[in-house]
């Protein structure tokens, strides 16, 4: 088991940024695949992107794809959420996820799939 603190949540107009950060303590191996969901009030919780640890790669939801970018700083155990662009339909709860999982394959984007989660960060983008 890991566990997982978010960071860097806020408000924004729409067109800015903001960075999110996910601090995981445990081990490493814990946190071999990492994920980022989100959740708007009344509405599912939602896969935005994941990254692998040994692999490197990185995945992502198709709408935010080329605004956002997932980075992992493995001294820190930490990966992070860049998001540039942001617009009113962004607004959610952000939440990271981990598993020690090397590869999910179709579940990727499966919240199930998922062992430990983070307690959220609320992101508002206003108009």
């Known amino acids: 088991q890991v566990q997982l603190v978010e960071s860097g949540g806020g408000s924004v107009q729409a067109g800015g940024s903001l960075r999110l950060s996910c601090a995981a303590s445990?081990?490493?191996?814990?946190?071999?695949?990492m994920g980022w969901f989100r959740q708007a009030p009344g509405q599912e919780r939602e896969f935005v992107g994941a990254?692998?640890?040994?692999?490197?790669?990185?995945y992502y939801a198709a709408a935010v794809k080329g605004r956002f970018t997932i980075s992992r700083d493995s001294a820190k155990n930490t990966v992070y959420l860049q998001m540039n662009g942001l617009k009113p339909e962004d607004t959610a709860v952000y939440y990271c996820?981990?598993?020690?999982?090397?590869?999910?394959?179709?579940?990727?984007?499966?919240?199930?799939?998922?062992?430990?989660w983070g307690q959220g960060t609320q992101v508002t983008v206003s108009s």
């Open positions: 996820a981990a598993t020690s999982r090397l590869s999910l394959g179709k579940y990727l984007d499966t919240k199930n799939a998922y062992d430990d």
């Open positions: 445990g081990r490493t191996s814990s946190t071999n695949t």
């Open positions: 990254s692998g640890r040994r692999s490197g790669n990185t």
